[in-house]
């Protein structure tokens, strides 16, 4: 039984900051990769940054030098620290790990998701 909790949305103004964090909790062996995705009204979802497990992140051109990614292994998180925030970061942000449970027993678990909205 593997679930990601999520926290630290909200509201902030353009310029502005928000932190989230993606907790896993449960039965858990060993956990791959780490992810952000968001997804605005209307738009297709994408992929904002991803953690690989020696720690080297990637992400998506949008938000290069804004945002930073990052992960702490011992208590099964990782973080999305957001700065300088534009209305078209506006959107449901979404974590998924790629855990195990047991050898040979990989699957992707998502979060709940958290609405971030910036104002103008």
């Known amino acids: 039984q593997v679930e990601l909790a999520q926290f630290g949305g909200g509201l902030a103004q353009a310029g502005g900051s928000l932190r989230l964090t993606c907790a896993a909790s449960g039965t858990i062996h060993k956990i791959d990769f780490m992810a952000w995705h968001r997804q605005a009204p209307g738009k297709q979802r994408e992929l904002v940054a991803n953690i690989t497990r020696e720690h080297v992140p990637h992400y998506t051109d949008s938000v290069k030098g804004r945002f930073t990614i990052s992960r702490d292994d011992n208590i099964h998180r990782t973080y999305l620290q957001m700065t300088g925030l534009k209305p078209e970061d506006t959107a449901a942000y979404y974590c998924?790990?790629?855990?195990?449970?047991?050898?040979?027993?990989?699957?992707?678990?998502w979060g709940q998701g958290t609405q971030v909205t910036v104002s103008s």
């Open positions: 998924v790990m790629f855990i195990s449970t047991g050898p040979d027993r990989w699957f992707d678990y």
